[in-house]
Nanobody, 130 residues
Framework: EVQLQASGGGLVQAGGSLRLSCAAS????????IGWFRQVPGKEREGVSC????????WYQDYVKGRFTVSSDNAKKTVYLQMNRLKPEDTAVYYC???????????????????????WGQGTQVTVSS
């Protein structure tokens, strides 16, 4: 059974930090890319960051560059999203998802295309207070 378990969300003040984790099981983790998305009510899910477990390529949405860092521990089959200097506009439910296309060398700049991801985890709420 494929599972992606996102955790680490919470309430933090603006300027603070959180680290999200995405624990994966049930598929060939090293052959996939793991993406992070976020969604607020009434808006479409948007890509935040992605890392390819096969070659460590990464991608970031412009508005998180320099603040968020994605990393992967292939031995633990876990991907992390370190979020620093959080802003109220970062408030959202954050999801992780797995893409075989991106893990196989697909164009990493397409990381925010929801349709490229086969497996999705449940979300974790991040709330940043001003």
């Amino acid at each position: 059974e494929v599972q992606l378990q996102a955790s680490g969300g919470g309430l933090v003040q603006a300027g603070g930090s959180l680290r999200l984790s995405c624990a994966a099981s049930g598929f060939a983790f090293n052959d996939y890319a793991i993406g992070w998305f976020r969604q607020v009510p009434g808006k479409e899910r948007e890509g935040v960051s992605c890392i390819s477990n096969s070659d460590d390529r990464t991608w970031y949405q412009d508005y998180v560059k320099g603040r968020f860092t994605v990393s992967s521990d292939n031995a633990k089959k876990t991907v992390y999203l370190q979020m620093n200097r959080l802003k109220p506009e970062d408030t959202a439910v954050y999801y992780c998802a797995a893409s075989e296309y991106l893990g196989a060398g697909g164009r990493i700049e397409y990381s925010d295309f929801v349709s490229l991801y086969e497996f999705w985890g449940q979300g974790t709420q991040v709330t940043v207070s001003s």
